[in-house]
């Protein structure tokens, strides 16, 4: 079974703060995707990145794919209360493999 | 347009219960697919199926069924329910299998088996 590990697993911050949430693997992915998930809610993708090193933004939301492949951060500038939620990485190692997803990371932004 | 819509929101059953969960999505989507969600495990895919007649087993699939009959509803039974299927049920729905396309999901099923 392939791992993917989110780091940290818990993050408590004041509005207007930084943070850096990290989603890293052993193996290479072919493409990965970030979601996030309110409580009583599934999960709605947010960004989908395929290649390495690209930086992809929503807004205050920065999105990053590591060179070699394995590994992914998110970035959220000037954290909103809105931004409150558990955000989770889904890798997928090779087309026609299974999305792997990992443990998630939650988020709470306090005004 | 609803998406993908599940019931019930909520179950409590006792041990060796059955039930069936359902899942219904009306995006003309081939692929739907079952996970669990448990705290620090992320989600857990359970049964997939890549059409209408076409199913099968995910990462966790033992002490569930599924059957696809049709495009639009993909359910999930529990035979006997066992306290350790105590979880939040995702059901999810794309255009196409194991691809980046977008995933959509319903609000889930929490069940509780006591």
């Known amino acids: 079974t392939q791992l993917l590990e989110q780091s940290p697993q818990f993050l408590s911050i004041q509005e207007g703060e930084n943070l850096t949430v990290y989603c890293n693997s052993s193996?290479?992915?072919?493409?990965l995707q970030w979601y996030r998930q309110e409580p009583g809610e599934g999960p709605v993708l947010l960004v989908t990145v395929v290649t390495g090193g690209e930086v992809k933004k929503l807004k205050r939301l920065t999105f990053q794919f590591g060179d070699a492949r394995k590994d992914s951060s998110l970035h959220i500038t000037a954290a909103q209360p809105g931004d409150t939620g558990l955000y989770l990485c889904?890798?997928?190692?090779?087309?026609?493999?299974?999305?792997?997803f990992g443990g998630g990371t939650r988020l709470m932004v306090k005004p | 347009n609803a998406g993908v819509t599940q019931t019930p929101k909520f179950q409590v059953l006792k041990t060796g219960q059955s039930m069936t969960l359902q899942c219904a999505q009306d995006m003309n989507h081939e692929y739907m697919s079952w996970y669990r969600q448990d705290p620090g495990m992320g989600l857990r895919l359970i049964h997939y199926s890549v059409g209408a007649g076409i199913t099968d087993q995910g990462e966790v699939p033992n002490g569930y069924n599924v059957s696809r009959s049709t495009t639009e509803d993909f359910p999930l039974r529990l035979l006997s329910a066992a306290p350790s299927q105590t979880s939040v049920y995702f059901c999810?729905?794309?255009?196409?299998?194991?691809?980046?396309?977008?995933?959509?999901f319903g609000p889930g099923t929490r069940l509780t088996v006591l």
């Open positions: 889904a890798g997928l190692y090779n087309a026609g493999n299974m999305l792997t």
């Open positions: 999810a729905s794309s255009y196409h299998p194991f691809s980046t396309d977008t995933q959509y």
């Open positions: 193996s290479v992915f072919s493409s």
